[in-house]
């Protein structure tokens, strides 16, 4: 098994039948929900449905027979997984290079638990590493890329390879944030991006994860906030 399966295998463990999961959107989370069907067509684990947070997730689930919901008929998750694209010694992360920031931290929310799963090279002394995913309505897109240059950092609308703007699921554009030193304070970025109009969601998901399960060179270990 390569690190990301490790994760998503150790993060199986934490499921029970007759769970309602969000499930998240990344090449990591893939594994674990290819997993979680499997044991699912076995029927070591039953009743389960899941919540997905984008619609590639949602198109794998149905290809493995997992039964989706919604959060209108299961307004309670009992978990969620998902992976991170940074995870500082805090726990709070950066997520959304995936594409499906707004929808992950919906469903994310709605969870008793939100297990998060990464390999080691996602643990990051300071958010901002690499770039902060932010989406955007497309009305005026550069109006908000050029408010956004004003945090202190390049921005620039993130493109498809034919140089269209990358869509969210919800219609939206995405910008791509990048920090010269990290972010500073994570906190007070959430603040001003949340009262901004025009800026949909970002990618900062601060005080959400529960745990974080880790795989690397010398194993698997999992942290756990406070």
């Given amino acids: 098994m390569n690190l990301k399966q ?35 067509q076995k029927g070591t684990l039953r009743d389960i449905v899941g919540v997905p947070t984008s619609e590639r997730t949602a198109e794998l689930a149905r ?33 959304g290079r995936g594409r499906a920031a707004l929808r992950e931290k919906i469903v994310e929310v709605h969870a008793d638990r939100f297990l998060v799963i990464v390999d080691e090279s996602k643990l990051v002394p300071r958010l901002g590493h690499g770039p902060l995913p932010v989406e955007i309505v497309p009305f005026e897109a550069q109006a908000h890329v050029r408010w956004l240059e004003g945090l202190g950092c390049h921005a620039e609308l993130w493109l498809e390879e034919n140089g269209s703007p ?6 939206n554009y995405l910008v791509l944030c990048r920090f010269p030193q990290g972010i500073a304070d994570p906190y007070a970025l959430a603040r001003t991006l949340a009262d901004r109009p025009g800026i949909v969601e ?8 529960d745990a974080v399960i880790v795989a690397g060179q010398d194993g698997v ?4 906030r406070g």
């Fill in 166 to 171: 990358v869509i969210t699921d919800d219609g």
């Fill in 63 to 95: 290809s493995l027979g997992i039964p989706l919901t919604t959060l209108a008929d299961h307004p309670r998750l009992d978990l969620a997984v998902d992976g991170a694209d940074e995870v500082d010694p805090s726990l709070n992360l950066i997520k």
């Fill in 202 to 209: 970002h990618g900062l998901f601060l005080d959400m994860a």
């Fill in 221 to 224: 270990r999992t942290l756990r």
């Fill in 6 to 40: 490790q994760a998503a295998q150790q993060a199986l463990g934490h499921v029970r039948s007759g769970m309602a999961l969000g499930l998240g959107t990344g090449s990591t989370t893939a594994y674990f929900v290819r997993m979680l069907g499997e044991r699912l």
